[in-house]
Structure formats: C-alpha cells, structure tokens
T-cell receptor, first 115, second 112 residues
Framework: AQSVTQLDSQVPVFEEAPVELRCNYS??????LFWYVQYPNQGLQLLLK????STLVKGINGFEAEFNKSQTSFHLRKPSVHISDTAEYFC?????????????WGLGTSLAVNP | DGGITQSPKYLFRKEGQNVTLSCEQN?????MYWYRQDPGQGLRLIYY???????QKGDIAEGYSVSREKKESFPLTVTSAQKNPTAFYLC???????????FGPGTRLTVL
C-alpha cells in the first residue's frame, strides 16, 4: 500500500529566508507526485506536480520540488519566502498503474512566515 | 477554486438531523470526490465517483451517502449515523487518472 509522510508538521521561518518542506513516500509501483497549498478556510490549490521527465519541477509562486526516486522523496523548496506563503502544504501521491483516480495524502505541513 | 462551487460556506445543524452539502462543477470533469478535513489529520476520502450513476466508498464512508445523477453535481449527505460530523468538507473534481484534482472552497459543518 502507498503512504505519504510529511516529516515536519510545522515549519516556522523568517520572511525572505529559504524553506524546504519534506515529503517522503512509500510505494511498490511507480508514482505521480503532487504538492498542494491551502490558505486558511479555503480549498486546496495545485502548486506543482511530477508526472515524468525532468526530476526538478517548477510550480506557481516560485516553488519548486525535486523527485528523488532512490530516496523516495519529493521535497518542496522556495529560495525566499514571503508573508503571503503562510499556509498549509500537502504532499500527495498517485499510483501510475492504478485506474481508481485516488490520491494518497500526507498530513500536511503548516508553514508560518514571520516578519 | 476553479469552476467548483460548494454551498453553503458555513452550515449549522442540530444533532440527529441529516444535512446535504452541495457540490457543483462546470469543468466537465468525469471524476468527483468528497473529502473530510480535521485539524492534524490531513484529507480523508469519503466517497468518489468516476462517472455518472456510479460511485465508490472511500476510507471513511460510514455515516455518509452520495448520489451522482448528473455529471456536474455530486451532493454529500451527512446522516445522523455519522458520530462526529463537525468538520471541514471539501469537494474536488478531476479528469481522472493521475491528474490534478480541482477543489471547491469547502463547507464548514458544525453540529450542535
């Protein structure tokens, strides 16, 4: 069975500092990987996704993530964060071979950007 | 939030009452999903539907029911059998397969 682990439940950081939100997954098959962001009391929005090709994926709002198959990781990074990046971030995985169209979700990482 | 509408934004009900949460999409996507979100527990899948007139239970379907009579609509009923219904409910739609899910703004249900 697949699972997703977000290694940090909360990440505090100062404005303009770099940040990395860590995500590891376990799966016996090849996967697709996603990062979503949720602002307070709102739905989720896709930040970026890895389906195939280059392992470095660029997303919206200056975020990027790198797929590392050997370490089964998909860490999210941003070189300089802004106050507006304060939100909950979710990593998710989907089975490449599956046809049930389900995502397996991590528990989320709360990013708090302080001035 | 794309083309997904959830209403109402906030909903209050008395214990023992059934309540139906609305989800409508104009994205013409085949697949639709209902999630429940509680603090510290991430997203848990309640039900999903890949096509009209067909749906499958997710991980926490007990106490919930759904219907999919139209492609654009996937209402969720929280029944009195759901023991702890107070939560934030999110609806999503997608083209299916390993692709992006688009989320609505959510409905916060409080049972008093």
């Amino acid at each position: 069975a697949q699972s997703v682990t977000q290694l940090d439940s909360q990440v505090p950081v100062f404005e303009e500092a770099p940040v990395e939100l860590r995500c590891n997954y376990s799966s016996s098959v090849s996967v697709y990987l996603f990062w979503y962001v949720q602002y307070p009391n709102q739905g989720l929005q896709l930040l970026l996704k890895y389906l195939s090709g280059s392992t470095l994926v660029k997303g919206i709002n200056g975020f990027e993530a790198e797929f590392n198959k050997s370490q089964t990781s998909f860490h999210l990074r941003k070189p300089s964060v802004h106050i507006s990046d304060t939100a909950e971030y979710f990593c998710a995985v989907s089975d490449r071979a599956g046809n049930n169209r389900k995502l397996i979700w991590g528990l989320g990482t709360s990013l708090a950007v302080n001035p | 939030d794309g083309g997904i509408t959830q209403s109402p934004k906030y909903l209050f009900r008395k214990e023992g009452q059934n309540v139906t949460l609305s989800c409508e999409q104009n994205l013409n996507h085949d697949a639709m999903y209902w999630y429940r979100q509680d603090p510290g527990q991430g997203l848990r899948l309640i039900y999903y539907s890949q096509i009209v007139n067909d749906f499958q239970k997710g991980d926490i379907a007990e106490g919930y029911s759904v219907s999919r009579e139209k492609k654009e609509s996937f209402p969720l009923t929280v029944t009195s059998a759901q023991k702890n219904p107070t939560a934030f409910y999110l609806c999503a739609a997608g083209v299916g397969g390993p692709d992006t899910q688009y989320f609505g703004p959510g409905t916060r249900l409080t049972v008093l």
